[in-house]
C-alpha cells in the first residue's frame, strides 16, 4: 500500500511495490502483520470514557462494599477535586442487589459532591452535596428520596456535576479517551452529545481539542429537537454533524426507562418512559429533512422504536420520502426491533446505529434482560441479522463508557450473538464497524483501503486469518478457498484477540505498539 499525503495511493501485489519504493519517503515493513482500515465507533460519550479511564471506574466491582471502598479511596487522593464523578455500577450483579444509598455516599465521600452514574448512564446515585447544588431537584420528574435518580432529576443532576469540573480534569478526560480509542485501532468516533448529556461548553471543548491534536476525528452529534430553521443553524453552529445521538426517544432497560408496549417481568406496573411520541419524532426530522441536517434518535424499547419508525414516516409524508431517506437519518440502540419495525428501518434508509457489546454483556437465558423482559422478550433483542437482511445498514459502536472502547470484541459479540438466530458473519460485522461509521455520516469512500480513500488504517499483531459465518450452508461455500472471501482473525471466544501496533489517521501515525 502506498500512502501519499492523507490518502491512500495505490495497493497491489508485493512484487509491483517495489517500483514505488525507491520514491518514497518512509518504508514501513510490516513482517506479516494485518493491516485493516481503522475502525469507526458510531456512538461513544468521550469526556465520560476519559474519566472511567482515569478516574472512579465501578464497572468491575463485585458488590455494594467494594463500590463504596473504592468511592473512600479515590476521594481521598483526589482532594481538590470540587466533584467526585464514578463510572459503570451494575447493582444487577451485586449479592445486595441494590444502589448504594445517599447516607452510605454522604459518609463515603466525606460529604462531598458525588455523582456515580450507572452502567446504561440513564440514572445515577448521589451525595446530599451534589443535590445542595441543584435547587429545586426534589420537585423534578425521576427524583427519589434515598434511591438513583431518573429521567430530569438525574439530567440536572449531571449537568451540575459536569459543570463543576475544572477545564483541566476535562481536557484530561477527553485526551485519554482519545488517547484509548487510537491505541485499539479506532481511527474515528462519533460523540452524542446533548444538553442532557455533556452540555455545550463539554462539546466544544471536545471538538476544539480533537482539532488541534493528532488522533482519532471525532464527528459531534447535538442531542437537541429541531422545530424550525434557527433551530438547525443553532445546532451547526455548534459544530454538531447532525441533531441525532442521544436525542432520547425513552430510556435503558437496565433502569427500566426504556419504553415497553408491555410492562417490565420483573416491575409489572411499568412500561418504562416515552420522552418523544411520533408527532415530536415528525416534528425533528421534518425540519431537519428540510435543513438538509441529519436527525436522529436514541431509542430502546419496542414502544419508542415504533413511536420513532412512526414519526419517520409521518416526516417522508410531509417533505418526501426521497429526501428522508438521503439523509441517512440514524436510531441509536434499536434494541427491541419487531419484523414491521425492521420493515420500517429499510424502507425509510434508517441507519441503525447498535452496540453488539450489549448483547455479550446482557444477553443470554440468565441475564440482565431476561430478567427484565423475561427470557422470550430478552430473545427477541439486538436481531442483526433480520437487519442486514432487509438491507438495514449497521454502524457498531460502544456506548462507551457503558461498554469498553474494544472494536475486535465488538465484532466478535456480533459474529457469536448469544442468540444464535441474530449472528451475522465476522465479515459484515467488521464491515459494519469500519465502513459503516463512514456511511452513516453519508462518506461512501471511506472505512475501505483503495485508491483515494482517506488513509485511517491500523497494523495489527494477529495470527491465522480465516472465515466465520454463523451459517453451514454459507460455511461450506465461503471457507472454500476458490470462493475468495477474504479472512480475519479468529474471533472464536477464548481465542486471543488482535493487538493493535500501530494506528494511522489522515496519513499520521496517532499510535504506536501496544498497549498494557
Avoid at 473504592?70 to 477535586?81: F, G, N, T
Avoid at 455545550?200 to 480533537?210: I, T
Amino acid at each position: 500500500m502506498v500512502v501519499e499525503g492523507d490518502r491512500v495511493a495505490w495497493v497491489g501485489s508485493e512484487g509491483a511495490a517495489d517500483g514505488f519504493a525507491d520514491a518514497a519517503d518512509e518504508t514501513v515493513h510490516l513482517e506479516g502483520a494485518l493491516v485493516t482500515p481503522a475502525f469507526t465507533d458510531a456512538h461513544v460519550h468521550l469526556t465520560a470514557t476519559g474519566l472511567a479511564l482515569t478516574g472512579l471506574d465501578l464497572s468491575g466491582v463485585a458488590g455494594l462494599a467494594d463500590a463504596l471502598a473504592l468511592v473512600r479511596a479515590y476521594a481521598a487522593v483526589h482532594p481538590a477535586d470540587r466533584v467526585l464523578i464514578g463510572q459503570g455500577y451494575d447493582e444487577t450483579g451485586w449479592p445486595e442487589g441494590r444502589a448504594p444509598t445517599r447516607a452510605e455516599l454522604d459518609e463515603a465521600a466525606g460529604g462531598r459532591p458525588i455523582y456515580l452514574t450507572r452502567v446504561d448512564a440513564h440514572s445515577a446515585a448521589v451525595s446530599t452535596a451534589l443535590l445542595d447544588l441543584v435547587p429545586g431537584v426534589a420537585d423534578r420528574d425521576g427524583f427519589a428520596a434515598d434511591g438513583p435518580l431518573a429521567r430530569d432529576a438525574h439530567h440536572a443532576v449531571r449537568r451540575a456535576a459536569y459543570a463543576a469540573m475544572s477545564p483541566a480534569q476535562r481536557a484530561a478526560a477527553q485526551g485519554a479517551a482519545l488517547d484509548r480509542a487510537a491505541a485499539v485501532g479506532i481511527g474515528s468516533v462519533h460523540e452524542c452529545a446533548g444538553p442532557d448529556i455533556s452540555g455545550a461548553d463539554d462539546f466544544a471543548a471536545l471538538l476544539a481539542l480533537a482539532a488541534e491534536r493528532p488522533g482519532p476525528r471525532v464527528t459531534g452529534y447535538w442531542g437537541e429537537a429541531v422545530t424550525d430553521p434557527e433551530d438547525a443553524r443553532r445546532v451547526r453552529a455548534l459544530g454538531a454533524f447532525g441533531a441525532a445521538g442521544d436525542l432520547c426517544a425513552d430510556g435503558s432497560l437496565g433502569s427500566r426507562t426504556a419504553h415497553l408496549t408491555l410492562p417490565y417481568a420483573d416491575r409489572p406496573g411499568t412500561c418504562g418512559n416515552g420522552y418523544l411520541d411520533a408527532e415530536a419524532v415528525a416534528a425533528h426530522v421534518a425540519a431537519c429533512t428540510e435543513a438538509g441536517l441529519q436527525a436522529g434518535f436514541h431509542a430502546i424499547g419496542d414502544a419508542a422504536v415504533a413511536a420513532v419508525a412512526a414519526g419517520v414516516r409521518a416526516a417522508a409524508e410531509r417533505v418526501g420520502l426521497e429526501r428522508v431517506r438521503a439523509l441517512r437519518h440514524r436510531v441509536e440502540h434499536a434494541e427491541m426491533l419487531t419484523p414491521e419495525t425492521v420493515a420500517a428501518f429499510a424502507e425509510l434508509a434508517l441507519t441503525a446505529s447498535v452496540q453488539p457489546a450489549f448483547d455479550a454483556a446482557w444477553g443470554g437465558e440468565d441475564g440482565m434482560y431476561a430478567r427484565r423482559l423475561g427470557a422470550e422478550r430478552a430473545r427477541t433483542l439486538n436481531p442483526y441479522a433480520a437487519l442486514l437482511r432487509a438491507g438495514v445498514p449497521l454502524a457498531l459502536g460502544s456506548d462507551a463508557p457503558v461498554t469498553p472502547l474494544d472494536p475486535w470484541r465488538t465484532v466478535q459479540a456480533a459474529a457469536f450473538h448469544r442468540t444464535p438466530e441474530h449472528r451475522v458473519s465476522a465479515r459484515a460485522a467488521f464491515t459494519a464497524h469500519t465502513r459503516g461509521g463512514w456511511r452513516a455520516i453519508g462518506r461512501d469512500d471511506a472505512g475501505v483501503l483503495m485508491p483515494g480513500a482517506p488513509a485511517d488504517y491500523a497494523v495489527w499483531a494477529a495470527g491465522d486469518l480465516v472465515v466465520q459465518v454463523p451459517d453451514e450452508r454459507i460455511a461450506n461455500w465461503s471457507t472454500d478457498p476458490r470462493s475468495g472471501t477474504p479472512g480475519l482473525p479468529d474471533l472464536t471466544p477464548g481465542a486471543g484477540l488482535p493487538v493493535c501496533l500501530r494506528t494511522v489517521v489522515a496519513g499520521n501515525t496517532v499510535h504506536t505498539g501496544p498497549i498494557g
